[in-house]
């Protein structure tokens, strides 16, 4: 008996002994190679740095491209650097954890200026201003949108508390099913440019004359689906002149947002577009309840025949389509607006997060230079184009490229050049699909609209209050669209907002754009 | 007398030291991993600083609570939260009991265990998957549930964006995943029932339900009542996935609870310490909850302690 | 007499088997997918008969560099956790199934107090960091060794074994430690096998500790890595707002891979029933109360 015990106890222990053991081999693996990299970059000899960076990436590992990529990076810089990467399920939480127990990488990765722990973050000390580190990091400078730094002043003391992580503005247009038009012979201009009257008639088509010929009522004009935060909001916001925060006609504020706007019909208008295609089942009926991912399967297996989307992605779209229907073929479109422009709400202010070097940081200039690097002729090259010997080899002084590498979750998500729309056309690419697809991304950032706002939250919308209150659009919203209340419903929140917040909120935010439009 | 009564304390301690020598790892455990960590409650009553952290922020009082007691939707939640409870207990709770006596009364060996197996499978199942085909079987386009609807005349309702629905489609949901996971502890119980009993009872001639009302379900009391007495503790605790993935702001009205909400002001929004505040109040209703349900329970004779 | 109870017996198995083939629909769905193309998946997702048999999937997520590390690190935090659980559930319900104890009432509220009260994140990524085990599988295994609710079961059904039985080896002049492992331990083998299920489950299915305290992908947990594929890109796409070019960038794993893994991760511990099932089936007390 007793031994039998003590075997049981002795193996518990053991198990232990091996769980921890075993964790421990796992651990962080020291990174000390003091390659004396000579002369690189011209840099006179900075002592080597090690540096840690945390951010969200596709996978935790890097791939080969990525460690390469890596490597050319500390050569340049001479530094060490390790990538902390949570899973991406996780992301927020560990954030957080790390913000609040101060176990900091050098820099950090945030969704967005407008996060609440970035902001509690920069009042409490945590993430530090990089405005001294920023005078000689010319590329970042070049390469980052002005809007991008005004939406990293977050603390009212004109101070920059991130590196962008850059991306290329864009407003893009729809893919249609190209085979459902002919079908139905429909023709689109060779400009590929129609009129909203037109969208809206061929969408109703798609619903009602059934494109794909098998008989039954079962496909959508349009595919669409909820929020991140399960809302749904107005479609055609493009077509419909909605581009957030512009001068207003008139009015008792200078800067007027449409959705905020009590004398103002507009959105309401494309609340009821939106509850009318909805009811109609000209758009998907299932789109409240999707998430993003699902609205290119739907469109995919040939259950809707309109989806916004980029134009780079005309090849993996079209032979995942083909798989299923062999007849499957694309047409990209731009939509007119209702005065027949060609104008499209540049999404965002060109960042796609951005990088916030924290105060444990052991020397903020140097991860600064790092990025900088990056975004170099030299660095840049290798981000976009990879690594010789791996990405692509030198024949004859041409680069042939490797077939195309999917695994590049660390390369080409660090960082972006602002406007620099080549980027999302692989090199590898053949001339003539370059022709077919650079015109249309090429009009899509040519087409952007800005909003005056810059992402710009005043402070009242960081209250409790405020946030609390926000859930109120969101549910009369989704209502309004889905038929279960009149669009009245939603001036009388507005109405209840503008009491609340709303002139404190307008006020700040008039005073904001002012200030920002008059330093030009 | 109280030298006496303190040795006649060792003299029961001693008397009883192995019982109380094996209480120490589990106690030490507690301590350690359970309670050492429960200092950090009091960020409930902090302007929680980054910096400062949990030591050094600065006390606000009951501030966070106030807010929380004040603001338009603690009573919505609230509500939400009692009668998603109250349901989940009026129909969840008593499914995998009665499921339980139903597999005891089976006589094949194998059918039982080929039953039981099966029947556990869905707990397996995540709940992103288990609302993915929620969501599929009830999509006005493609769902079978309003493929019979329009067959049989009607109109496609969009289900999950109907208030009306919405805890009859989670309280659904939660008992399809964890019906059969919920009967083994049941079932584990009712193994210990002598044949004996049974055998008496027939000859007796006691029929079939008979012997469940007055064997099976009085021999499985005990656990029946101490797994309802702990349910009720946590009866403001619905569980974040199913609703997370199933609601909608359409459906908020009836939906947003607890777990939301905290998700939504915690996670997302940051307020750490208001979360920690609504985490405490969570705990103190479920303590006073407890309590209650363990004196009604020992009227009836059963108790916890 | 004879009629009714066949007519109840009917009843019985009719209930059972519709209710099994509901529950069996999921698995079927999912098990289904896994084993089909990809469009065939999109042409119906609700499907639970494979079409257009593919194992690609499976031949994917094999060969997926996490998934062997992972499966092991699971195995041993499961096997390891259930089995220090397990013992401390023993050793510490039996004391406290003894109704006469001293101090028991106050021990049981203090046990039922850690399942209402607790720290949260932050305190319990304090006591793990000072414990050093941040990035071990330790800390898998320890902060959710001991359950309250758990510990309360073994209670119960400690006090509801024949007090006799313990009389009688008592008067032989056992201990308690042999009266514990020799007596009540068989006699409780429902009850620790229920456990046993609970705990390892709860292992296995595991995961928001390993997003706080794990930092190395070599001592990620299996379902960790599972919610990276099945969620993973969902979550990225969040974080780019939606913007469809970046995700461009990422790999986007089709539905059937994501189903081949669910059949992966949870095929082994579904295996762990049937062992653990007979203890449901059959009581065992009987043999030893007449014994």
Redesign the interface.
């Known amino acids: 008996m007793k031994l039998k015990k003590a075997i049981a106890c002795v193996g518990a222990a053991v198990l232990l002994v091996a769980v921890t053991a075993c964790g421990d081999k796992g651990g962080p693996a020291e990174i000390d190679d003091p390659k004396p990299t000579s002369g690189a970059a011209g840099e006179t000899a900075k002592p080597k740095v090690n540096m840690t960076i945390m951010g969200e990436f596709a996978s935790s590992n890097l791939s080969e491209t990525d460690k390469l990529l890596v490597q050319s990076i500390e050569e340049a810089t001479n530094t060490a650097i390790k990538f902390d990467i949570p899973p991406s399920t996780g992301y927020t939480e560990r954030l957080q954890l790390s913000l609040t127990t101060g176990d900091l990488a050098d820099v950090v990765w945030f969704p967005s200026p407008d996060d609440a722990s970035f902001l509690k973050a920069v009042k409490d000390g945590v993430i530090i201003p990089i405005d001294e580190y920023l005078n000689e990091a010319d590329n970042i400078q070049n390469y980052s949108y002005d809007i991008s730094w005004d939406a990293l002043r977050v603390n009212g003391d004109d101070k920059v508390y991130g590196i962008p992580r850059t991306t290329v503005i864009r407003s893009d247009g729809y893919w249609f099913r190209k085979d459902w038009l002919d079908k139905l012979n429909i023709q689109i201009p060779d400009n590929n440019e129609i009129t909203f009257d037109q969208m809206l008639d061929i969408m109703t088509k798609f619903s009602k004359e059934d494109p794909d010929g098998n008989g039954k009522h079962d496909t959508y004009g349009y595919g669409w689906a909820a929020q991140p935060d399960k809302s749904i909001r107005p479609v055609f916001q493009n077509e419909l002149g909605l581009y957030g925060w512009q001068e207003s006609d008139g009015g008792e504020y200078k800067y007027m947002n449409p959705q905020y706007d009590l004398n103002s019909d507009k959105y309401t208008k494309a609340l009821e577009l939106t509850a009318k295609l909805f009811k109609e089942g000209v758009i998907d009926p299932d789109g409240p309840t999707l998430d993003g991912g699902k609205v290119l399967e739907q469109f995919q297996s040939g259950k809707t025949g309109v989806i916004d989307g980029f134009a780079g992605h005309y090849e993996t779209f079209l032979n995942a389509g083909k798989q299923i229907n062999p007849e499957f073929e694309l047409a990209y479109v731009f939509v007119k607006n209702e005065q027949g422009e060609m104008k499209g709400l540049g999404q965002g202010t060109g960042l796609w997060g951005f990088w916030a070097v924290t105060s444990s940081a052991s020397d903020p200039q140097r991860v600064v230079d790092v990025f900088d690097y990056m975004l170099s002729d030299e660095g840049w090259d290798s981000i976009y184009t990879g690594i010789e010997g791996h990405d692509y080899k030198v024949e004859n002084n041409q680069r042939v490229y490797s077939a195309t590498p999917l695994e590049t979750f660390v390369r080409k998500n660090m960082v972006r050049r602002a406007n620099d729309f080549m980027f999302f056309i692989n090199p590898a690419m053949s001339e003539e699909l370059k022709q077919k697809l650079v015109p249309n991304i090429e009009k899509a950032v040519k087409r952007i609209v800005m909003s005056k706002d810059r992402n710009y939250t005043p402070a009242i919308a960081k209250t409790p209050p405020y946030l609390d209150f926000n859930k109120k659009f969101s549910e009369v919203t989704t209502k309004i669209i889905i038929g279960d209340a009149q669009s009245s419903e939603y001036k009388e929140v507005l109405q209840d907002w503008n009491t609340k917040f709303g002139q404190t909120y307008l006020k700040e935010m008039n005073d904001y754009i002012d200030q920002i439009e008059n330093k030009k | 007398m109280n030298n006496g009564k303190a040795s006649s304390v060792w003299l029961y301690m001693r008397k009883n030291k192995w019982l109380y020598l094996l209480l120490i790892p589990g106690f030490l455990y507690l301590f350690i991993f359970k309670y050492v960590p429960m200092f950090g409650i009091i960020i409930a009553f902090q302007d929680f600083n980054l910096i400062k952290g949990i030591t050094g922020s600065d006390w606000i009082g009951f501030e966070n609570f106030r807010y929380l007691f004040q603001s338009d939707d603690f009573f919505m939640i609230l509500r939400n939260s009692l009668v998603i409870s109250f349901y989940q207990v009026l129909f969840g709770f008593p499914a995998p009991i009665l499921l339980a006596i139903l597999l005891n009364e089976i006589r094949s060996l194998l059918f039982k265990k080929f039953a039981q197996t099966v029947l556990y499978l869905p707990h397996f199942i995540s709940w992103v998957v288990i609302a993915g085909i929620v969501i599929n079987m009830l999509s006005p386009s493609s769902g079978w549930v309003n493929r019979l609807i329009v067959d049989f005349g009607g109109e496609p309702i969009h289900f999950l964006l109907k208030p009306e629905y919405f805890r009859t489609i989670l309280i659904s949901a939660e008992i399809w995943k964890e019906l059969g996971w919920g009967t083994i502890i049941y079932l584990a119980a009712l193994t210990t029932i002598d044949p004996s009993f049974y055998e008496a009872a027939t000859i007796d001639g006691a029929n079939r339900l008979q012997k469940i009302w007055y064997i099976s379900l009085p021999s499985i009391a005990s656990t029946i009542i101490i797994i309802l007495i702990l349910r009720v503790g946590s009866i403001l605790d619905i569980g974040f996935e199913q609703i997370f993935l199933l609601y909608n702001p359409a459906t908020y009205k009836v939906a947003d609870v607890f777990e939301t909400y905290t998700y939504r002001v915690g996670l997302l929004e940051g307020r750490l310490a208001f979360t920690a505040a609504v985490g405490l109040f969570k705990s103190v209703v479920g303590l006073i909850m407890i309590v209650l349900a363990n004196r009604i329970a020992r009227l009836f004779g059963k108790s916890l302690w | 007499?004879r009629k009714?109870?066949e007519l109840?017996?009917i009843a019985?198995?009719l209930?059972?088997?519709v209710?099994?083939m509901?529950?069996?629909?999921?698995?079927l769905?999912?098990a289904a997918v896994s084993i089909s193309s990809?469009?065939a998946y999109?042409?119906n997702?609700?499907r639970i008969w494979p079409s257009d048999i593919t194992f690609d999937a499976y031949k994917d997520i094999l060969s997926h560099?996490?998934l062997a590390r992972s499966y092991l690190?699971t195995i041993?935090?499961t096997?390891?956790g259930v089995?220090?659980g397990i013992?401390?559930?023993i050793?510490?319900a039996?004391?406290?199934s003894?109704v006469h104890?001293?101090g028991?009432?106050i021990?049981?509220?203090?046990?039922?107090?850690?399942?209402?009260?607790?720290?949260?994140?932050?305190?319990?990524?304090?006591?793990i960091?000072s414990l050093g085990?941040v990035?071990?599988?330790?800390?898998l295994?320890?902060?959710t060794?001991?359950s309250a609710?758990s510990?309360?079961?073994m209670i119960?059904?400690m006090?509801?074994i024949p007090e006799e039985l313990e009389e009688a080896a008592k008067i032989d002049g056992a201990?308690?430690?042999?009266i514990?492992?020799?007596i009540v331990v068989p006699l409780s083998m429902?009850?620790i096998?229920?456990l046993t299920?609970?705990a390892a489950?709860g292992y296995w299915?595991s995961?928001?500790s390993?997003?706080?305290y794990i930092?190395?992908?070599?001592?990620?947990p299996l379902m960790?890595f599972?919610?990276?594929v099945?969620?993973?890109?969902?979550?990225?796409?969040?974080?780019?707002?939606?913007?469809?070019?970046?995700i461009?960038?990422?790999?986007?794993m089709p539905?059937t891979l994501k189903y081949a893994t669910?059949m992966i991760v949870?095929l082994p511990?579904?295996s762990v029933?049937?062992f653990l099932?007979r203890?449901?089936?059959?009581?065992?007390?009987?043999g030893s109360?007449k014994g």
């Open positions: 007499m009714r109870i109840f017996d019985v198995y209930i059972v088997s209710i099994c509901v529950m069996l629909y999921p698995l769905n999912v990809h469009t999109m042409q997702p609700m560099p996490v690190n041993m935090i096997i390891s089995a220090i013992f401390l559930y050793i510490t039996y004391p406290l003894k104890l001293k028991r009432a021990m049981i509220n203090l046990v039922i107090f850690t399942m209402l009260f607790n720290g949260g994140l932050i305190p319990n990524f304090y006591l960091r085990m990035d071990t599988l330790a800390a295994v320890f902060p060794l001991f609710f510990l309360i079961l119960n059904f006090q509801n201990s308690e430690p042999y514990l492992f020799k429902p009850i096998a229920t299920l609970f489950v299915n995961f928001f390993a997003i706080i930092r190395s992908v070599e001592n990620w960790l599972l919610r990276e099945i969620e993973g890109a969902k979550m990225l796409q969040i974080s780019a707002g939606g913007n469809n070019a970046e461009g960038n990422m790999n986007v539905e669910i949870i511990i579904l029933y049937p099932q203890y449901f089936v059959k009581g065992i007390m009987l109360v």
